[in-house]
């Protein structure tokens, strides 16, 4: 069965950093690429990150380029999304995601697993 279980969300002061961890069980997905999306009470599940398959490649919504940095360690199965100078406006459920397909990076449906999600609360 596969399992993708995010961790370190929580509840930290405008400015201030969180690093998500996502760890996937049940099968290697170090051949695909893997993302974070989120989504903040009362919007549409938006996209944030995505890394490609061995880390060449990262893409990034305009609204977190520059703060948040993508990365992944295959041996663990693990992504990573390390935020910094957070804002309030980021705060959200974030999910990890893994892409099977060969579809845009940026669109949600074509994401095959996800996670359950962890809260990211920031406050001004």
Known sequence: QVQLVESGGGLVQAGGSLR????????????????????????EREFVAAINWNGG???YADSVKGRFT????????TVYLQMNS?????TAVYYCAVKISSGSFYDKSEYHYW???TQVTVSS
């Open 70 to 77: 993508i990365s992944r360690d295959n041996a663990k199965n």
């Open 20 to 43: 998500l961890s996502c760890a996937a069980s049940g099968r290697t997905f170090s051949g695909y690429t893997m993302a974070w999306f989120r989504q903040a009470p009362g919007k």
């Open 86 to 90: 957070l804002k309030p406006e980021d």
């Open 57 to 59: 490649k990262t893409y």
């Open 115 to 117: 996670g359950q999600g």
